[in-house]
């Protein structure tokens, strides 16, 4: 067999055009979303004053495998895609492991994450529609970039509501998101019915994940000519970020090599969740029995500590109810860098494979992420996202154990992003003021007793 190259690059030839989707090959189907008010599933004309028709459409197709890619989104997905495969020699160097070490890299666009492969779609779908413009929500920052990257290409209006705190603490994000034409809020503000109504209640509040995503639900609802749209959690976006995992099994396929075990950070599932489907699918069938391990921050662990239920997915409780792992829609994890992994609830899908036994879950303390970001970042080069550092350190560990055995497992991980708007978190781990705080069951039942009753 060949030497493996250091990169795996794909040929334009070799590139997906199509999606596919995992629910397909599902035996346990992913729960449906719920009205909250009758706790009836989801029609299609129920999800259409909040959503796009396309992406209604494929938010409940549990059926059709493969969904083609519009050529208008192929040829954006040339400007940054393939990513690359990388064969990390160096990691494996300096840890001494017998262990093959991958990681398919999703930092290589401006908005510096995987989230770019959904938003370009969904605004895509928008404009399709002949919509003005769409709102959302965004907490650190990369959703919301990656969504102004996507419309002002498609010439779509973009307001984004962002969590007040990183607001005013990622300035930097906020500048480039201004720089593609986005209209960026502090969340909660008192542009909304809901945020005024959250500033009124609690005045001093620095916002959440969960009450942005109120606000800009509330807008797109009451102003015409706009929808809502998500960056993760969602069957649509784990959906479009299948071209991960389809891109890897090309990339895997060219050198016939087949991965023990596939590790990703999952916050609300959509890169793991893209990352493992075709693997999940070949496993599914029995043919394959790759480890698929999920990681999640121990501040906020919704499949290692949180139940199987029925959930409100943000604050103001006017979107639909998901079954998840959930820690409780009022959980807010304590100061944790790695922003994206802070949603209080997971994908119904990657939720119902977890059930399912047909994947782990870890949950790591920030520290130990940190260590692990740095030790790769001095041998691959690479900046690495505190996200995408905990499927880091995860990989490791598992490289080590290799050693131990000396089994030359194929160990594949995804690198969501890179981290050059998180230097703060990066200056407190040096500083050596980088805490670790894991709730106790106590705290946590509290929010689990305030989790919806489903009939
Ligand atoms: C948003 C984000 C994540 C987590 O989101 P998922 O939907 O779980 O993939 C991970 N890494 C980076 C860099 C992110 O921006």
């Given at each position: 067999m060949n030497e493996i190259p250091y990169k795996i690059y794909l040929t334009e030839e070799e590139m997906p055009n199509a999606w596919y989707n995992v629910r397909s090959a599902m035996k346990n189907k992913p729960a449906p979303l719920l009205n909250p008010g009758t706790h009836e599933p989801m029609k299609a004309e129920e999800l259409a004053p909040v959503f796009c028709e396309e992406l209604i459409k494929q938010e409940l197709d549990n059926d059709t495998a493969f969904i083609p890619i519009p050529q208008e989104i192929l040829d954006f997905y040339k400007m940054y895609r393939p990513s690359p495969l990388v064969r990390a020699y160096c990691l494996e160097k300096a840890l001494d492991t017998p262990a093959h070490i991958y990681y398919k890299f999703e930092g290589n666009n401006t908005s510096g994450s995987h989230k770019l492969n959904s938003a370009i779609a969904q605004a895509y779908y928008a404009k399709m529609q002949g919509l003005k413009g769409v709102t959302t929500e965004t907490g650190a920052g990369q959703w919301g970039t990656a969504l102004s990257m996507a419309c002002s290409y498609f010439g779509l209006d973009c307001k984004v509501y962002m969590v007040k705190v990183s607001y005013e603490q990622k300035p930097f994000r906020r500048e480039v998101m201004?720089?593609?034409?986005?209209?960026?809020?502090?969340?909660?503000?008192?542009?909304?019915?809901?945020?005024?109504?959250?500033?009124?209640?609690?005045?001093?509040?620095?916002?959440?994940?969960?009450?942005?995503?109120?606000?800009?639900?509330?807008?797109?609802?009451?102003?015409?000519?706009?929808?809502?749209?998500?960056?993760?959690?969602?069957?649509?976006?784990?959906?479009h970020q299948s071209i991960i995992g389809l891109e890897t099994e090309a990339a895997l396929k060219k050198y016939d090599i087949v991965p023990d075990i596939i590790i990703g950070c999952a916050g609300g599932g959509s890169n793991l969740g893209g990352l493992i489907s075709p693997f999940m699918r070949d496993k599914i069938e029995g043919k394959l029995d790759t480890r698929i391990i999920a990681v999640e921050p121990a501040s906020c662990p919704s499949f290692t500590r949180g139940v199987y239920a029925y959930d409100f997915c943000d604050t103001g409780m006017v979107c639909p109810l998901a079954k998840m792992y959930t820690l409780g829609s009022d959980f807010i994890p304590s100061a944790n860098h790695a922003g994206g992994l802070r949603y209080h609830g997971m994908s119904s899908i990657l939720s119902q494979l977890y059930d399912d036994g047909l994947m782990e879950a870890v949950a790591v303390e920030q520290t130990s992420v940190f260590e692990a970001a740095e030790k790769f970042a001095r041998v691959e080069g690479i900046l690495p996202a505190p996200e995408s550092s905990h499927a880091i350190k995860v990989a490791i560990d598992e490289a080590m154990k290799c050693k131990e055995t000396g089994e030359a497992k194929n160990i594949v991980f995804g690198l969501t992003g890179t981290g050059y708007f998180d230097l703060v978190a990066y200056e407190k781990f040096h500083n050596g003021e980088m805490t670790d705080y894991i709730p106790t069951d106590d705290e946590l039942a509290v929010f689990r007793a305030k989790l919806p009753v489903i009939g």
């Open positions: 201004r720089v593609y034409g986005a209209d960026v809020t502090p969340s909660p503000s008192m542009t909304t019915k809901i945020g005024q109504k959250i500033l009124a209640e609690h005045p001093g509040t620095t916002g959440s994940l969960g009450c942005a995503i109120s606000e800009a639900v509330e807008v797109a609802t009451s102003t015409p000519g706009y929808r809502y749209v998500l960056g993760s959690v969602l069957n649509q976006v784990l959906l």
